[in-house]
């Protein structure tokens, strides 16, 4: 059975506050029930005691008894003066006591005063009553009983209770209204981020509600805007990423195209003796440096996925660092010639760096040839050197750098491949720079871009050094 949010409100709020008053209202009752009960035998009790001082001093005569009878029936109290033998020596009114209980006499002589809140047994009727005992010259002669109808007493309980009772209701209406607008107001907050909800689930993600730090609505409001925030985030580089990979596709397409094309044209020249002899060496050395595009192409994909998946392991040992950029500068040298660049080494001869040996190649070699792609007329700049706690390498050119904005977009999957379509081995389908940073990551080391436009860009890679 679904119950509203509002109703369940109305009915928790109402049903404490009900409770609450209900419980204070008996304790109350019991209290002033109490507080009646007490207030009357104190005054009985002071009554008591000054008829028995005047019959102690000899003052006490028939003409005061009947006085103090007066006096006291207009406060509906009658008293009975008993001998030692319990029996009645006079009456203010009509005797309620025709003979004291066994029990009772007991402790009247024993000189104890008994108290008594009401008694339907033995008396007929609900009353208050005082026994007190006499004594004449420190020898017990008798008692005096005072009694009191507690009709009056119930009477002012029953007046309280009825105020009570009004007074309940009054806040039980108080209580329902004030309930009904707290209600309905975290209702309407709760409704307001349903709503929000929906819009989120059906793909609007510029979706904000107001947010405070008022209550857990308010907190959990804030925080609502802030998952909207970071799935607009997500979405868009998800959008970006399919972007990217439908460009990488049609990319990949027409990369695999061109050399497929050239290989299928080449066996089929050679089949059909189309190419003279003299070509044909060509036409194969052709093919084949195709043949090894093709391989690049994939060789890069897979090796990004095992990269991304941890499938690879690596095999790190202490190397010399100068050796390292030595050899980089030897397989990229002629490269680098090509766009009349030149590759500077500048190493601290006695560093050494913990990697593994291939991955530390490819890295070098990834980032040494972006460089090159995009400096012409320049300088190349491999630098290193190591520290107690890191062995750090510059790979510095002086390019045309690489705008602000675009820095951390060099990371991306595929990114490169909307720039343009090198001949660089590990990183001609925009794979590159993003395996670069998973290789390094993956080595527990960091790497960092600083790039000016028009001046040149710088990789800085930092390693941490073995630990014994």
Do not use: C
């Amino acid at each position: 059975m679904k119950i509203k949010y509002l109703y369940q409100q109305l009915g928790s709020h109402v049903s404490v506050i009900v409770i609450a008053f209900l419980i204070l209202s008996l304790l109350f009752t019991h209290f002033m029930e109490d507080y009646v009960y007490k207030s009357k035998i104190e005054e009985l009790t002071s009554y008591g005691k000054n008829i028995l001082q005047d019959l102690e001093t000899g003052y006490g005569t028939q003409q005061i008894l009947q006085e103090y009878g007066n006096v006291l029936d207009g406060r509906d109290i009658q008293y009975s003066l008993f001998n030692q033998n319990s029996t009645i020596i006079y009456s203010s009114g009509r005797s309620l006591l025709i003979e004291l209980q066994e029990e009772d006499w007991e402790k009247i002589k024993a000189g104890h005063t008994m108290a008594v809140k009401q008694d339907f047994v033995r008396f007929g009727e609900g009353v208050t009553f005082v026994l007190m005992p006499y004594h004449q010259n420190n020898q017990f002669v008798g008692g005096i009983l005072l009694t009191s109808p507690i009709k009056g007493s119930r009477q002012v309980i029953s007046e309280i209770n009825h105020d009570l009772v009004n007074t309940m209701l009054i806040a039980f209406a108080v209580a329902l209204l004030l309930s009904w607008i707290v209600s309905s107001f975290h209702v309407k907050r709760i409704k307001r981020l349903q709503h929000a909800t929906s819009l989120v689930a059906s793909g609007d993600y510029s979706v904000q509600i107001p947010a405070s730090n008022f209550d857990e609505i308010g907190e959990l409001s804030s925080d609502f805007n802030k998952m909207v925030e970071k799935l607009k985030v997500s979405m868009e580089e998800i959008e970006s990423l399919e972007n990217r990979r439908r460009q990488f596709m049609a990319d990949v397409s027409h990369e695999m195209r061109t050399p497929l094309t050239t290989i299928s044209g080449v066996i089929e020249g050679i089949r059909n003796d189309m190419i003279p002899e003299s070509e044909k060496e060509k036409g194969m050395l052709l093919a084949s440096n195709e043949t090894k595009r093709l391989i690049r192409l994939v060789n890069e994909n897979l090796d990004y996925e095992k990269i991304r998946s941890n499938q690879i392991t690596l095999y790190k040992q202490e190397i010399k660092l100068e050796e390292v950029l030595e050899i980089i500068k030897d397989q990229l040298e002629l490269l680098a010639e090509q766009k009349n660049n030149e590759i500077i080494v500048d190493v601290d001869k006695h560093a050494f760096i913990y990697a593994d040996y291939d991955r530390l190649t490819q890295i070098l070699i990834n980032i040494t040839k972006n460089s090159i792609q995009f400096t012409e007329n320049g300088r190349i700049i491999l630098r290193g050197r190591a520290s107690d706690q890191e062995t750090i390498i510059e790979i510095e050119d002086t390019g045309i750098g690489i705008n602000a904005e675009e820095i951390e977009k060099i990371w991306q999957r595929f990114y490169k491949a909307m720039l343009s379509r090198t001949t660089n081995p590990y990183g001609e389908f925009g794979l590159g720079l993003s395996i670069v940073k998973k290789l390094v990551t993956m080595h527990n080391g960091n790497i960092e871009v600083t790039s000016e436009e028009g001046k040149g860009t710088t990789f800085t890679l930092k390693f941490p050094v073995k630990k014994d």
